[in-house]
């Protein structure tokens, strides 16, 4: 979509809907008519930036290659758990690409996106050398999240942080897989980015999602 388009759009819908439009942050937190107006602007603003950026998105081979391999390596993986596979989509993939160039570029510590909008759960990883990073394993990095299997206790099933990775790799109500890596600090450093979508990690449903490896 062009740029002038998307603007038209944007304009299209901030006219319809303001009015009654009332938004909530993640913490449903609401505000005043006054400050309304000004995050509603915001966050047309950061959509229309969202927009430009999925633009000038485009996949290397190398990066195809990678998102493939990722996807052998879920489905490897949460085929022990007795769960169905996942499929790469491309609409996860942009996203994951987007905040892994914006890790790069910012050289930003691993905080989860904020552009998910609790549509898509998230695995981060990152790995720094001294000298240019060369090769890149997509098994390697899905293995460090999957390696917390050792700390999770099937008997009782919970949300904890040093299991989370693991449990959005083999949760059962997931379906889709978008990967995306960028390279920072001159290509010493990589980020990688996994999005998942439903997500996962939902308080109370783990006993349903989280299954042992028994396939």
Partial sequence: MKAP???????????????????????????????ESKVVSRYFAEQYLLLRQREDITFTSDIRKFQNDSLVVHNTLRARHCVPPLELDEE?????????????????????????????GENLYSLARKSPIANISAEKCIMAWYAEIEFYDYSKPAYKLSTGHFTQIVWKDTQKLGVGYAFG??????????????????????????????C
């Avoid at 388009?5 to 944007?10: A, C, K, N, P, T």
């Avoid at 996203?95 to 609790?118: E, F, M, V, W």
């Fill in 92 to 120: 996860i993939n942009i996203n994951s690409q987007i905040y892994a160039n914006y890790l790069a570029k910012t050289d930003s510590p691993l905080i989860h996106s904020t552009n998910r909008a609790s549509r898509f």
């Fill in 185 to 214: 600090r001159e290509g010493c450093k990589i980020y990688i980015v996994a999005q998942y979508g439903p997500p996962g990690n939902y308080r109370h449903r783990f006993g349903k999602n989280v299954l042992e490896p028994k």
């Fill in 5 to 35: 388009v998307v603007g038209i759009v944007l304009l299209t819908l901030f006219t319809f809907n303001n009015a009654n439009l009332i938004y909530h942050n993640h913490d449903h937190e609401s505000y005043s008519n006054s400050d």
